[in-house]
Nanobody, 123 residues
């Protein structure tokens, strides 16, 4: 399974960006998908995840009510809509896929990782 994240770039504070992550795997519709981020000098941080059919969403408190995850199983793609961006959202954003349909917030629950896309938020 290969994951390709895209959509990163430079945004103003309080602005919006939408990230996409496309999977090459044939089992995408069976996989829970997660988004993580890693800022320079910091540990990887859970952002949110969506179950295989989109029925359950789970977000980190730091992004709740600002970020929204969705997926299109017909396109093998998961999205991260980011609104109300803050400078502290600056990070490389990585998508991850699990072999299971339901996951939590731990990195070890995910089996495949994309290369990440950089989001920079200026004040």
């Amino acid at each position: 399974v290969q994951l390709q994240a895209s959509g990163g770039g430079l945004a103003q504070a309080r602005g919006s960006l939408t990230l996409s992550c496309t999977s090459s795997g044939r089992t995408f519709s069976s996989s829970a998908m997660g988004w993580f981020r890693q800022a320079p000098g910091r540990e990887r941080e859970f952002v949110g995840r969506i179950t295989r059919n989109g029925g359950s969403l789970y977000y980190a408190d730091s992004v709740k009510d600002r970020f929204t995850i969705s997926r299109d199983n017909a396109k093998n793609t998961v999205y991260l809509q980011m609104n109300g961006l803050k400078p502290e959202d600056t990070a490389v954003y990585l998508c991850a896929a699990s072999k299971t349909y339901y996951t939590g917030s731990s990195s070890w629950e995910y089996d495949y990782w994309g290369q990440g896309t950089l989001v920079t938020v200026s004040s």
